[in-house]
């Protein structure tokens, strides 16, 4: 039987409402969610070419993202509910048919092993991935592995199939996240594989990034593309980040971090000064402390016709890419890199030929393929900060975003930025 609301309850009920409607304004344009997730719009920050910042010498892809690898789909679950939850869900899928009946040639690179990844030791043993790759929280891997698992089973084709190998990884968002929740689940993985699409990614505080930080200020998914020259066989390499990690944030050579004074191990090797950038960020106490260990995950999608062995070395230079932005790589940093080739002549099929014949590239024609994975490494992490915003919730621990004002004069004044490109995202 229903009873009326006293008015402490009414009191409560508005209280809550404000607070969501507080929270929805971490997010431009993002309404909280409940239990019912759904992508989220892109927020208004600018990514690296909006500043004007070219990272590298090779040409971007249209979008300058992921999925400009022709076929490459990504789709995101976004959970934002009360004070307590700030995470999702990312996947990635590497065409638009059945990954258990086409396979795609994969490998897996661990940087630093302290990360849960599931279905890693598989991918390296038979160099081929089958199933979506999926981004989470750290306790949630398990979960949405099982959720995965029902979709691949449910797929027309798959009614006989008896093992899957799933392909889960993560970052721990605990610091903004109730990470004891655990509370994704079927619908929110379902919702982000449904909603893949080959438009450009979504980035900063969206699907498995809702709850990162990243050298201190509030981390996320990032992306970024590069197309080689078409002497050099016109291939398209794509990236992906989910950043949670700690160093000395460095933008195109620009000591950033040093100069905000938010770095790793700042507060050992000097006191903090006061300057105009520094009391422009405050990043404050709360995300200093988050400015070294975490974890990273790194996608690497390939046009280009690669096997196991070359999808192995290509994935290694992701961590170069990564030093660049000034990352330690520390102890308790979880860093992985999945890189995978979508040319459809090498897809492996079950029950075909026992002879196959596949076309690769030489291992001389790698090269440029490295330095493009060098160059968007670093470019989707820093568009994963710049995308960022500020965000408030666990515990009350609130993380700001790496604040665009002093990083133009920094950049400015050390002749990084040029004229932003007309229609540059």
């Known amino acids: ?20 409607l507080a929270i929805s304004a971490c997010l431009p344009g993002e309404a909280a969610l409940s239990n019912q997730a759904r992508n989220t719009p892109p927020g208004e920050r600018p990514r690296a070419r909006d500043l004007g910042l070219t990272i590298g010498v090779l040409p971007t892809g249209p979008r300058n993202s992921l999925t400009d690898v022709a076929g490459v789909r990504v789709g995101q679950t976004t959970l934002i509910r009360g004070n307590d939850l700030r995470t ?26 302290f990360g849960k990844l599931m279905g890693s030791t598989q991918v390296n043993e038979l160099g081929e991935i089958e199933t979506p790759i999926l981004l989470t929280s750290t306790l949630n891997v398990p979960r949405v592995a099982d959720a995965l698992l029902e979709w691949m089973l449910a797929l027309p084709g798959n009614e006989e199939v008896r093992s899957i ?12 996240h109730d990470i004891r929740q655990r509370p994704l689940g079927t619908a929110e993985v379902f919702a982000a594989l449904r909603g893949a699409n080959g438009e450009a990614v979504e980035e900063g505080c969206v699907g498995a990034g809702t709850g990162t930080v990243a050298f201190g200020f509030k981390g996320g998914i990032g992306s970024a593309s590069r197309v080689l020259p078409a002497s050099l066989g016109g291939y398209t390499v794509g ?11 460095t933008i195109d050579g620009v000591r950033v971090g040093e100069a905000l004074d938010q770095y790793y191990l700042r507060e050992a090797v000097r006191p903090a000064p006061t300057t105009p950038e520094r009391s422009q960020a405050s990043p404050g106490p709360a995300s200093i402390q988050h400015s070294a260990d975490g974890s990273v995950m790194i996608i690497i999608a390939t046009d280009a016709p690669l096997d196991h062995h070359q999808l192995m070395r290509l994935a290694r230079r ?25 040319a459809p002549e090498n897809r492996l099929r079950p029950g075909g030929p026992r002879l196959r014949s596949p076309r690769l590239l030489t291992q001389e024609g790698l090269s440029p393929l490295f330095q493009a994975v060098i160059e968007a490494t670093e470019e989707a992490v820093i568009n994963s900060l710049l995308r960022a915003t500020s965000m408030t919730g666990h515990l009350g621990h609130h993380v700001e975003a790496l604040p665009l004002d002093p990083l133009r004069r920094l950049l400015q004044a050390a002749g990084r930025l040029g004229q932003p490109p007309v229609n540059s995202r």
């Open 165 to 176: 190998n799933p392909v889960v990884g993560e970052t721990n968002d605990g610091y903004l």
């Open 318 to 342: 992701a961590m170069l890419g990564l030093g660049r932005t000034g990352a330690s790589a520390t102890h308790g940093s979880g860093d992985y890199v999945i890189a995978f080739s979508t």
């Open 1 to 20: 039987m229903s009873r009326c609301p006293t008015k402490q309850q009414r009191r409560g009920a508005w209280a809550a409402a404000l607070l969501l």
């Open 88 to 113: 999702g869900v990312t996947a990635i899928l590497p065409h638009g048919g059945n990954l258990f009946q086409e396979k795609v040639p994969a490998a897996i690179h661990v940087g630093n092993g």
């Open 239 to 249: 990236l992906l980040v989910q950043s949670n990690f700690g160093g000395v944030l």
